[in-house]
């Protein structure tokens, strides 16, 4: 359990630096700001013509009756209405750091030379690098639909599809919330996904302490917005010490060893 400590210890720690940093605060704001207006335009545009892709959608009803042509059509709206702004919800961050993919690597980097020692970097163009990015994400979102079909499915059980599965739902979009933001400063240390997932899976409980919290936040794409320059400080910070055990804080007794994660493993051609 100390592990949940602290990997919510590293989310803190992630906002106070970018406090303590402000122009690096403003400068990782942007991304964001950029993302938000384009998905809160998708939104609104989905608001005016959700009920009419619904009517195109069920010709079957048009000779309903009242009220049952409404009922149905009025629930299919609002379930349009409402995976769209699941989608958002799911893809903002990934969207968000493709879009801010140079923004964030200075970010990241520059929290490296505050804390000393080496600055690694990929060494790879940008066109690679926003390849890789896109890539990986797409292959992350999978694996988190893949999660949702199945977590969908299981919320139809009585009690548990309305108590145990939602739980599970933010445990596994805060793992893979916590993968994709430590990826900005894992891709610079040459680790592939596959490395990456082995290297998160040693501490799934410090991974979760980091990206639950953070999770339940972006719920709200606004607050998103002004979290996300001290998340990616924050998962840059927790990715050092993933990589370098040594100067991890202590897990205690009974938790997974980091030092048995992976070596960096160079990008492939």
Known sequence: MSDLGAGFGYLMKGQRWVA??????????????????????????????????????TPFADDWSSPWQGILRTGLTALVFVFGLFLAVITFTAVTLLVGQPFYE????????????????????LWRELWISARDSVRILLRVALYGIILFACGFIPVIGQTVVPAIGF???????????????????????????????????????????????????????????????????????????DTAPDPGPGTADSGDAPAPRAWSA
């Open 171 to 245: 445990c596994v979009s805060g793992y893979f919330l916590a993968e994709e933001l430590t990826a900005v400063a894992l891709q610079r240390r040459g680790m592939i996904l596959k490395d990456r997932l082995v290297l998160l899976r040693g501490r799934r409980m410090l991974v979760l302490g980091f990206g639950v919290p953070l999770t339940l936040a972006f719920l709200v794409p606004v607050v998103a917005v002004f979290l996300m320059p001290g998340a990616v400080a924050g998962a840059t910070l927790l990715a050092r010490d993933l990589v370098d055990p």
């Open 20 to 57: 303590q940093h402000g122009r690096w605060f403003g400068f990782g704001l942007l991304p964001g700001l950029v993302t938000l207006v384009v998905y809160a335009g998708a939104l609104i545009g989905l608001g005016y013509g959700a009920d009419d892709f619904v009517g195109w959608a």
């Open 106 to 125: 200075s970010l990241s980097e520059e929290v490296d030379r505050s804390e000393g020692g080496d600055v690694p970097e990929s060494g790879l163009p």
